[in-house]
């Protein structure tokens, strides 16, 4: 019997929430679907944060001008369009995702490549393109707090949690999507992730197999 280097490993696992922000839920551009999945996503944020495992709020923004933009959008952005900016309503995580009294984000040091704290075992990282591994100190801190096992979900799948699934499975973390707490989900999306050993999980899955403490 082959070894099982698939199957979540929950006790060490960590929560990457994707891009839930202000702006692609109901602001600005808003990614269909998001806003209907707010409730699944904080019910998953909820249980992790129960269960005391790491939980990292992945968030980009984009200052108005700037060129350091993926290529989709970077032509807007630097014609001035305003989305996820810096210090903006848009670019705020819901508060139904971070734990009370929470800081505001400190996107001056987020944007310098630092991870900031919102509670226990609960932070904030920018990321500058689609994975949350790119330019980041994710892989870092998963490593340094005995992380094998990575649970996605937020927005949208095809772009950024498809990205951060691949570069983790890449780098050998056990990965595993929660698919109604992400949103742009389609079987043809879930069928290419599956090919790579990604398992699906559903909130209500996801919460009966994470250990309590």
Same mark, same amino acid.
Request: no cysteine; proline share 0%; charged share 25%.
């Given at each position: 019997m082959p070894d099982d280097y698939l199957s979540p490993d929950w006790p060490n696992s960590a929560l990457v929430m994707i891009d839930v922000q202000? &702006? =692609?839920v109901d602001g600005a551009t808003p990614i269909p679907g998001t806003a209907e999945s707010l409730p699944a996503m904080a019910g998953l944020v909820g249980r992790f944060r129960a269960a005391r495992r790491p939980i990292f709020h992945v968030a980009r923004s984009y200052t108005p001008g700037e060129h350091d933009v993926d290529l989709i959008r970077r032509a807007s952005i630097e014609a001035g369009a305003e989305v996820v900016a810096p210090g903006t309503e848009g670019a705020r995580i819901p508060g139904a995702l971070l734990p009370r009294d929470s800081p505001e984000l400190d996107w001056p040091a987020?944007? $310098?490549g630092r991870l900031q704290r919102l509670g226990l075992e609960e932070y904030a990282l920018y990321k500058p393109r689609w994975s949350a591994f790119h330019r980041t100190p994710l892989d870092g801190e998963l490593r340094r707090r005995g992380v094998t096992t990575i649970v996605v979900a937020g927005c949208n799948l095809p772009n950024c949690p498809r990205a951060t699934l691949f570069d983790a499975s890449e780098r050998d973390f056990r990965t595993v999507l929660v698919a109604d707490a992400t949103s742009q989900v389609t079987p043809g999306r879930l069928a &290419?992730? $599956?090919?790579?050993? @990604?398992?699906? =999980? &559903? @909130? $209500?899955? $996801?919460r009966a197999a994470l250990p309590t403490r």
């Open positions: 202000n &702006d =692609f987020l944007r $310098a &290419d992730l $599956a090919l790579i050993g @990604v398992q699906m =999980f &559903d @909130v $209500a899955d $996801a």
